[in-house]
Structure formats: C-alpha cells, structure tokens
C-alpha cells in the first residue's frame, strides 16, 4: 500500500503524541486488515511507540485472539457498537500499551444489510491513564470504493487517538 504524505503525516503526529507521554499504542482490525498498523509502522521509529496489532478480519479470530465471545458476536454481530468497544478493551488486556483502537465495518462492495450497508464502520477506543481506563466508541458511515472506505476508516482511527490526547 502506497500512503500519501497526509496519511504519513497523520500516522507520525500520533507518534510524536504517544512519545511525549511515553505511551504505546496497540490496533485490532477487521475491516482494515491490517491497514492502521502498516501505516504507523512506515513511520521511522514506530517501534518506541507501537506495540503491536491484531488483525481480526473473522469472527473466530476476534474470539481466539481478542477472547471475544462467540455469544455476544452472535447478538450484536460483529459490525457493532458492543463489538468494537470489545475489541479495544481486549485489545488492551493483552498487550503493554495504554492506547489501543479497534475498527469495524463492511467496506464492500458487498456484505451490506438494510441495517448495516457497506460503509458501516464501527470504532472503538479506550486509554488507560493516570485518570483510569475509559472507552469510547463513534458509528461512521463512509462512500466511494473499498480502498476508500479503508482508508477513511484508517484517518479516522488515528484521528481519534488524536483527539483524545489533545483534548
């Protein structure tokens, strides 16, 4: 994947953020596959501030890796506000970082519902700091291709560890 210099601009001011609180950041993906991680990973240095990710494209994946239950994909489905607030919360327990960002969605062209059409993205986020561990999860919907709607997710995902440490 070729990322253009906003991306890499992007993923290195996340960096720079992380590093000035000596934290570390961790990633579990679906939709993505990878994406998020092989953006910060570009970035020259990443190692001082990237943990690790998890590729979670299938549901058993997101139960053997993130030890999330078979039950609770079931009754949210996995493009859902419970399952990608999982996702981060797991994603935490089973690394040394105290960020981690968890995306989830349908990035088509197919697989969409009614309920849940292609461009549905859940995110989860949850930091644990000198204020505790908190969560917080956003829906968006996203157009355009399948590589566009991964890459918006991607921005995105990166935008909100942003937000959260500049607020």
């Known amino acids: ?61 997101k139960h053997q890796m993130l030890n999330i239950s078979t039950q609770d994909l079931l ?18 327990v089973n690394c040394h970082a105290n960020a981690a960002v968890s995306i989830t969605g349908i990035a088509g062209p197919g697989g969409g519902s009614d309920a849940k059409p292609v461009g549905s993205v859940w995110f989860g986020w949850r930091f644990s700091d000198h204020e505790g561990q908190h969560t917080h999860t956003e829906y968006q919907h996203f157009s355009g291709s399948r ?16 937000n959260h440490y500049r607020e």
């Open 1 to 61: 994947m070729n990322f253009n210099k906003d991306d890499l601009q992007l993923a290195a001011a996340v960096g720079k953020l992380m590093l000035a609180r000596q934290h570390k950041v961790v990633t579990a993906e679906s939709c993505t596959g990878g994406l998020v991680s092989a953006l910060i990973t570009e970035i020259a240095g990443s190692s001082e501030w990237f943990d690790r990710g998890f590729v979670t494209y299938s549901n058993l994946s």
């Open 75 to 92: 009754k949210h489905g996995a493009v859902s506000q419970q399952i990608a607030a999982m996702m981060a919360e797991q994603a935490l």
């Open 147 to 162: 590589n566009s709607i991964r890459m918006q997710s991607v921005r995105f995902a990166l935008s909100g560890i942003i």
